[in-house]
């Protein structure tokens, strides 16, 4: 059987968390030889009457690494059972396509799974939101497992 690499893109809005923190609790993590948390921190680029500024420019996304690496810690002790004896690891890079260059890190991983979380954005909120989801379904090399939110139950009057 193939080692087993979960690739886990874990987003720093608290609403998309608590999926990944239930998925967690009952996957079984028996069969993973590696995990490794992933945040990519998306580079912007804005036009200035003096040129272009990069965003966040190389300095702030120095001071960012280490909270986001602590972030992705503390999220990791929620998403990963404390039992699991695998390798464990943290990585937060920056690009400016976030979905491009996670592609290329689940290749230079040999990830044989993206676990991504979503909002669930439907009809015209989905056409025009550009979704990291729909990109990793797209272009992943590996098979990619979706959490999706809690179903809301509607309620008949």
Not at 23 to 42: A, P, Q, R
Not at 103 to 122: N, P, Q, W
């Amino acid at each position: 059987m193939c080692p087993q690499r979960i690739v886990i893109a874990v987003p720093l809005e608290e609403s998309l968390l608590p999926q990944l923190y239930e998925w967690g609790s009952n996957f079984d993590f028996t069969h993973v030889d590696e995990v490794h948390l992933l945040h990519v921190v998306k580079k912007s680029l804005t036009p200035m009457e003096y040129g272009l500024v990069e965003s966040p420019d190389d300095f702030t996304y120095n001071e960012m690494v280490l909270p986001l690496e602590k972030f992705l810690r503390v999220e990791g002790q929620k998403i990963v059972p404390s039992d699991y004896t695998g390798a464990l690891s943290y990585e937060v890079t920056k690009g400016f396509t976030p979905e491009e260059e996670v592609v290329d890190i689940l290749r230079s991983f040999r990830a044989t799974l993206i676990v991504v979380s979503t909002r669930g954005k439907h009809g015209l909120d989905g056409f025009f939101h550009r979704s990291f989801t729909d990109y990793m379904i797209k272009f992943s090399p590996c098979d990619v497992l979706v959490i999706r939110p809690p179903a809301e139950v509607k309620k008949s009057v």
